[in-house]
């Protein structure tokens, strides 16, 4: 084991790869030149376009599918995902088996693939780790190291050659035969197809897969067909309701409305929120209350964002269309709303990992935001937080683009001092995400520590009569409540890495012992 | 020298680099990996986002110019560009040798660059040679060979390395200053940026020039700032009126007419036009009228075309608005009406070489066209065809989208029987630039000539009442009016290559005898 620059214990291989450790934020170098995918010829393909092959199961035997390949999808279809279990039940048919499965995020409705990951067709993921897949590489039951990756490290370790993917499998709401697809027009619509960019310019063989095929051409093409292999119509390559949902709700829980408010006001007096600002939130029901809050001081005010960074949701399209935000950029679209809106509003702009989150291109959208609210599970006095494993130390969130969005200019993460009375600022993380000089603000319903690194905002939070306090003393006064809650016990047994921004490894997660 | 499969004598080398002959069409098989560029890293770029530099010098400066590097530019301005001409002008004042200039065309208004080709600032150009440069190849005064290369050609060697840009220099009309760009907005739009696309994807170094900075985001993003190094603001990218022109003009002429009249007639009679057809036809005055009689037909018949291709002009907009054409896929811009339809209509959507023309992507769009409507200096008995030199064996043209475009499903080529009583079908072409078993049709005011190859369209046009005769007989009759011209006549030295859309090479340009 070695210790990294996060002060973690990690291992010097993984999987059998040599572990490039966390160096510091911007310390590390690449020093290699981009994957270089083999040069394809037209000749190779149909001259008038049509890629369309009769089933899944012949485009992945077509594609080559064996032993040991790594094969790709993506969560735009969220837990109403189709296709990565067809994928797999496929693979099982056809004997095939070690696969290493790279999913973008991986959701409940992946549990079938359970008995794969027990039965060998499955080697490992490398992705996200939501619910029960989660638990099951948690209980050290999975036959490798999973690997987790942001969304922008997941591009940037595709782009780097980190991860050669054999077959990429690209469901789309809309596709044509030559392979052009978009997230928008379908009953499976989900918005946007930014997460198979990646997959699309570098995988060996790529699938697109619509439950809705269309004559050439598919418009918009968020996905080029110019990149794509096959194209395959089948039933239905979704759950919509589980897409998307019809409506997102804010909180109404009382505490939670209330560290919004805070959260606001802190952006308000702190002069965070100005003419021609940018921010970032989720689509959890306090992140959509602080937008609300958001707009109240805007209209209050009399100004306007230049841009909202999504996930999208209806009431940042309400934003858009009252003129309070001049643009939406967009990763991902949470209700039926945001893919409207995507859909038919200019203004509305569809990103990617590429554009938004990769470290290793020329600079990336992240660091213009000039605020941004996140979640996290846990925080220590170190301003480190954690936001893979949970208390108990089972790894059951993936990173999302959390990692990422780290680096704009005001991160705040709003979060409870405690739940189910377990407090969330500890000693220290179970996990390292992301590392403390990255993260400015904690706001929480018994006050807001700011960190000591950010001078400026202690400053300007002077006199706004907000309830500033050290993160000690929302520790121990958590604690006072609380008590202090037994550390979750791990075995030896490294079960999953997760993954800098850059491609080193910040910290690893053990086994828990059951 | 080597005779290539279209039976033409080329060197080995050119400009000291082997060469691969034409070896047929589909024929040559790529087996190397794409250009793989260094991994960047945002550490080494501004966390804010703001590439913003001074002057295009410091510019050109941080960027590493230096003696022997290949500089590239687009001709999105046209004959109206000015960055070209400044960053010669730079070079020169720091007194850099030996450049080589890769733009995706070169327009009279470069002629400022032949002092830089005498005095060897520029070593060569590899890109489009238009009037005079081109005569000033053609009289052997450049110092290197020239290599001509279609637009999808331009595309393939950036993509497969076979040409390495040190630095991109992309003019756009509207920016923002971390390097996202567009040719919708601003005082010189010229509709899309799509020449620039492999350059910002491989070059070295790229720089983004506009007369229009906006705060970030300028939307929409045709040219992606991540992967952008430095971005600059001058007073002005272009001569408006000279990058569109504010009207296009169908053509006046009597047999220009009638051949336009003819072509659209032949494409009804041999079912070209059909409900969900697709075509591209240019924007020069010939093919503008083609246009105006597709028009007609389609809505005698209550048919639409699923799509058009451009470069748009104002007639190509009337039709989509009208509904005649379901979607415009356009590859360059001709008019202000253009402009504006692009900007505005989703359904008019911009393309790249990447997508429309590429040999070595998996597939492109070329072959989904049915019809597409070609110029040509010379055709011969072959059905080869010339666009590059005249008939006095000056290099005038450059190659464009044209050899891409011939694989669409029907090539059909309007000409003249003759020009300034120089019949246009010869016994041999000057130069190859198409082979004729791509080249289906040839219109001219006094018949029609079907390649044999095509004996479908032979069996369909029987009965049509369109004057069909052989190419031979429509040669003879040229020569029985205007006689036989004399041959141009050239030195042994090779001043030009001219590639075949899979970077072999399908022919040479000889200095002329003067």
Known sequence: MIQNAAGRFIPE????????????????????????????????????????????????????????????THHHFRNGDLIANM??????????????????????????????????????????MNGPLGRFCSEGKMKKTAVLRSHGGRYQAVQDGEVKIDIAVIGAACADPFGNANGLNGPSASGLLGFALADSQYADKVIVVTDNMVTFPCIPWQIQGNYVDYTVEVDKVGVP???????????????????????AQFCEATGIIKDGFSFQAGAG?????IGIFFGEIMRKKGIKARFARGGSNKYLVKMLEEGLVEYVLDGQTFDLEGVRSMRDNPNHVWTSPFTSY??????????????????????????????VTHSDGYLLHGIGGWQNCLFSKTVI????????????????????????E????????????????????????????????TIQELKEEAESICGKPEKPQFTDKVIAAIKWVDGTVIDVVRQVKQ
Chains 1, 2 share one sequence.
Not at 18 to 34: A, L, N, S, T
Request: proline share 6%.
């Open 13 to 72: 291989f993984i999987n059998g790869e040599p572990v490039v450790p966390f160096q510091g934020v911007g310390k590390y170098r690449p020093d290699g030149r981009k994957h270089a995918p083999v040069i394809a010829t037209y000749a190779d393909y149909p001259l008038d376009g049509n890629k369309q092959v009769a089933t899944l199961k012949e485009a992945l035997v077509k594609a080559g599918l064996k032993n040991g390949m790594t094969i790709s």
């Open 87 to 128: 994928i797999f039940d496929i693979a099982k048919g056809l004997g095939i088996k070690n696969l290493r499965w790279f999913p973008s995020a991986s959701f409940p409705c992946h549990a079938h693939l359970l008995q794969y990951l027990e039965d060998g067709t499955i080697s490992h993921i490398e992705g996200s």
């Open 241 to 263: 309701e589980k897409i998307v949902s019809g409506t997102t709700q804010i909180t109404k829980s009382p505490d939670r409305l209330l560290i919004a408010e805070m959260t």
């Open 285 to 289: 029901g306090t992140s959509l209350s």
């Open 358 to 387: 990769n470290y290793h291109g020329k600079g990336n959208f992240a660091g213009m935001v000039d605020v941004v609210i996140l979640g996290a599970t846990e925080v220590d006095l170190n301003f480190n937080a954690n936001v």
């Open 413 to 436: 993460l709003p979060l409870p001092l405690f739940r189910d009375r377990i407090p969330v600022i500890v000693d220290e993380v179970t996990t390292v995400c992301g590392p403390g």
């Open 438 to 469: 990255l993260i400015d603000v904690i706001v929480t319903e018994r006050g807001i520590a700011i960190n000591p690194l950010r001078k400026d905002l202690i400053e300007k939070a002077k006199g706004s009569g907000l309830p500033i306090r």
